[in-house]
Nanobody, 127 residues
Framework: QLQLVESGGGLVQPGGSLRLSCAASGFTLDKYTIAWFRQAPGKEREGVSCIKSTDGSRYYADSVKGRFTISRDNAKNTVYLQMNSLKPEDTAVYYC????????????????????WGQGTQVTVSS
């Protein structure tokens, strides 16, 4: 059974850092594109970052460029999202997602292209 499990969220002060993990089971993660999305209360889900399976290309939303870094540890079957210089507007539930067929990184449609999602992890940036 294909499963994604996020972890690493928490409460952090502005300017702080967190590293989110997306652990996969039931499939080999490096063969699939993995995307991170987030959803804040009252807002639509938005794409944050993505790493493609085909060539390892990495993509970031403009709002997080230069602050967030996506990486993949094939030995641990896990994708990470390192988040630095966190801002209050980064507060949201963060989800990782993938799909068995869709290999592109697309942020514009709220992630409807991805059919497998984790349960999410809460990130709160507040002083």
């Amino acid at each position: 059974q294909l499963q994604l499990v996020e972890s690493g969220g928490g409460l952090v002060q502005p300017g702080g850092s967190l590293r989110l993990s997306c652990a996969a089971s039931g499939f080999t993660l490096d063969k699939y594109t993995i995307a991170w999305f987030r959803q804040a209360p009252g807002k639509e889900r938005e794409g944050v970052s993505c790493i493609k399976s085909t060539d390892g290309s990495r993509y970031y939303a403009d709002s997080v460029k230069g602050r967030f870094t996506i990486s993949r540890d094939n030995a641990k079957n896990t994708v990470y999202l390192q988040m630095n210089s966190l801002k209050p507007e980064d507060t949201a539930v963060y989800y990782c997602a993938t799909d068995l067929l869709f290999r592109l990184c697309v942020f514009t449609n709220g992630g409807y292209e991805y059919n497998y999602w984790g349960q999410g992890t809460q990130v709160t940036v507040s002083s």
